[in-house]
T-cell receptor, first 113, second 114 residues
Framework: AQSVSQHNHHVILSEAASLELGCNYS??????LFWYVQYPGQHLQLLLK??????LVKGIKGFEAEFIKSKFSFNLRKPSVQWSDTAEYFC???????????FGAGTRLAVHP | NAGVMQNPRHLVRRRGQEARLRCSPV?????VYWYRQLPEEGLKFMVY????????ESGMPKERFSAEFPKEGPSILRIQQVVRGDSAAYFC????????????FGPGTRLTVL
C-alpha cells in the first residue's frame, strides 16, 4: 500500500537557522507530492506541490522542496526560519487513483526567537 | 483559503450519542473528501464524494459511520453511537476535479466523546 513517512516528529530551531524536513514516499508509479502547513488553530494550507518537471519546487513563504526519485524523497527546506514558521508540516502523496491524499504523520516545528 | 466551511468547529458528545459534521465546499467544487486526524497521527482518508454519489469509501469504518453529499446543501459526515475512540479532528476538503488538482481544506471539526 502507498505510504508517506516523515521521520522528524518534533523539530526545535532558533530563528535564522536552516530547516530541512524529511519526507519519503513508497509509491513506485507516477507521483504527485505535496507539502501542507497547519498554523496553530488554522486549517491546512498548501505550501507547494510537485507533479512533474523541475525537481526543485518553489513554494510560498520561502519554502522549497526537492524531488529525488532515486531516494523516494521529497524533503522540505527553508534557508532561514522565522518565529512565524512555527506550525505543523505535513507531506502528502496523491493516491494512484488520484482520489485521495496519503499523509505523513506530520512534523511539529517550533521556532524560538 | 478558498473557503471550505465546516461546522461545528468543536463538538462534544457523550458515548452512544450521534455526531453530525457538516462541510460546505468551495463554491463551484463538486468533489468532497473527508479525513480524520487522531491524536499524534497524520490525516487519514475516510471517504470521497461527488454530488449525490460516494466514489471511494475505503477509509470509512464499516459500522456507525456514513457520509453524504446531497444535490443541495452541505456534505454530512454522520457518526452513530459514538465511542471514545472517535475523538479526533475531522477535516473536509474540496476540489474542482478528481485528478491532480489541489484539495482545499476546511478548519476541521474537533470531536470530543466523553
Amino acid at each position: 500500500a502507498q505510504s508517506v513517512s516523515q521521520h522528524n516528529h518534533h523539530v526545535i530551531l532558533s530563528e535564522a537557522a536552516s530547516l530541512e524536513l524529511g519526507c519519503n514516499y513508497s509509491y513506485g508509479g507516477t507521483v504527485n507530492l505535496f507539502w501542507y502547513v497547519q498554523y496553530p488553530g488554522q486549517h491546512l494550507q498548501l505550501l507547494l506541490k510537485y507533479f512533474s518537471g523541475d525537481p526543485l519546487v518553489k513554494g510560498i513563504k520561502g519554502f522549497e522542496a526537492e524531488f529525488i526519485k532515486s531516494k523516494f524523497s521529497f524533503n522540505l527546506r527553508k534557508p532561514s526560519v522565522q518565529w512565524s514558521d512555527t506550525a505543523e508540516y505535513f507531506c502528502a502523496s496523491l493516491s494512484g487513483g488520484y482520489n485521495k491524499l496519503i499523509f505523513g504523520a506530520g512534523t511539529r516545528l517550533a521556532v524560538h526567537p | 483559503n478558498a473557503g471550505v466551511m465546516q461546522n461545528p468547529r468543536h463538538l462534544v458528545r457523550r458515548r452512544g450519542q450521534e455526531a453530525r459534521l457538516r462541510c460546505s465546499p468551495v463554491k463551484g467544487h463538486s468533489h468532497v473528501y473527508w479525513y480524520r486526524q487522531l491524536p499524534e497521527e497524520g490525516l487519514k482518508f475516510m471517504v470521497y464524494l461527488q454530488k449525490e454519489n460516494i466514489i471511494d469509501e475505503s477509509g470509512m469504518p464499516k459500522e456507525r459511520f456514513s457520509a453524504e453529499f446531497p444535490k443541495e446543501g452541505p456534505s454530512i459526515l454522520r457518526i452513530q453511537q459514538v465511542v471514545r475512540g472517535d475523538s479526533a479532528a475531522y477535516f473536509c476538503a474540496s476540489s474542482a476535479g478528481p485528478q491532480r488538482v489541489e484539495q482545499f481544506f476546511g478548519p476541521g471539526t474537533r470531536l470530543t466523546v466523553l
